[in-house]
């Protein structure tokens, strides 16, 4: 059983539109991190929220902590064929431990 | 350039063969860690290490050994691989300690893809 879930599990949308990527836990955690990982490479850190309630944009993406630390989202907007990639959330524990989620695998059409 | 390096990137080998996967990283981080990711599993941590002979067992242990003799190095060892432990393996390394930023974000090396006959 994952700790964290994410859904949905793939995204298939045409160049242009909108896309959310939810992840949720039980758990509180102090930090949430998201991940983007492209074909044949690791995954490279986009963002980490640190506050319940933020909410962090990187150009055409928006990050969003849940009030209580338990969930998070990433929204794109207008996607680009560059934002393919598959997408994973990572929560921090006190004692510094990860837990990540299984991933959205995220192809924009062009 | 920062980074964080292993090798070999693909390896194919054969029931009970024991074999390393060398993991190397040059910005002084004291975290390590090594995850496998499998469909559908996401990243799960294998062991971890938060500073020279410090290491603890991650998520998913059994099978693996790990060693840290030096802050930038941090081997990974299957004794006696099985085809269970086919996989994608990732090595990470994170900056501990730095006040407000204890975040653990990790820096991930590019991969090594392991296949057990």
């Known amino acids: 059983t994952q700790l964290l879930e994410q859904s949905p599990q793939f995204l298939s949308i045409q160049e242009g539109e909108n896309l959310t990527v939810y992840c949720n836990s039980s758990s509180v955690f102090s930090s949430l991190q998201w991940y983007r990982q492209e074909p044949g490479e690791g995954p490279v850190l986009l963002v980490t929220v640190v506050t319940g309630g933020e909410v962090k944009k990187l150009k055409r993406l928006t990050f969003q902590f849940g009030d209580a630390r338990k969930d998070s989202s990433l929204h794109i907007t207008a996607a680009q064929p560059g934002d393919t990639g598959l997408y994973l959330c990572a929560g921090a524990a006190i004692d510094y431990k990860l837990s990540f989620g299984a991933g959205t695998t995220v192809t924009v059409r062009a | 350039e920062a980074q964080v390096t292993q090798n070999p990137r693909y390896l194919i080998t054969v029931t009970g063969k024991k074999l390393t996967v060398t993991c190397s990283q040059n910005m002084n981080h004291e975290y390590m860690s090594w995850y496998r990711q499998d469909p559908g599993l996401g990243l799960r941590q294998i062991y971890y290490s938060m500073n020279v002979e410090v290491t603890d067992k991650g998520d998913v242990p059994e099978g693996y050994k790990v060693s840290r003799k030096e802050k930038r190095n941090f081997p990974l060892i299957l004794e006696s691989p099985s085809p269970n432990q086919t996989s994608l393996y990732f090595c990470?390394?994170?900056?501990?300690?730095?006040?407000?930023?204890?975040?653990?974000?990790?820096?991930f090396g590019p991969g090594t893809r392991l296949t057990v006959l």
């Open positions: 990470a390394s994170s900056l501990l300690g730095t006040g407000a930023r204890d975040y653990n974000e990790q820096f």
